[in-house]
């Protein structure tokens, strides 16, 4: 199964306290979000972000959290 994921949501309390993060979002001095991935091999989400030509991973959640995705749904 490959779903792009557009946007995740951390934390219990999602319209609160849950730290939300989508592509094309500005974060870290300039950066963009670029990408968000799933990772099967250990049930981790992971965020990477790009400036310029360099991409590099940012954030990694395992599917421990309290986590929400949100898939891009094109059609």
Request: hydrophobic content about 35%.
């Amino acid at each position: 199964m490959n779903n792009v994921i557009r946007k995740i949501s951390i934390g219990a309390d999602y319209k609160n306290d849950a730290m939300h993060y989508s592509v094309s979002q500005e974060v870290y001095g300039g950066h963009k979000i670029s990408h968000i991935l799933f990772d099967e091999a250990d049930n981790s989400y992971n965020i990477f972000i790009k400036k310029g030509d360099e991409v590099m991973p940012w954030k990694k959640f395992n599917s421990n959290m309290a986590i929400s995705v949100e898939y891009d749904l094109e059609y």
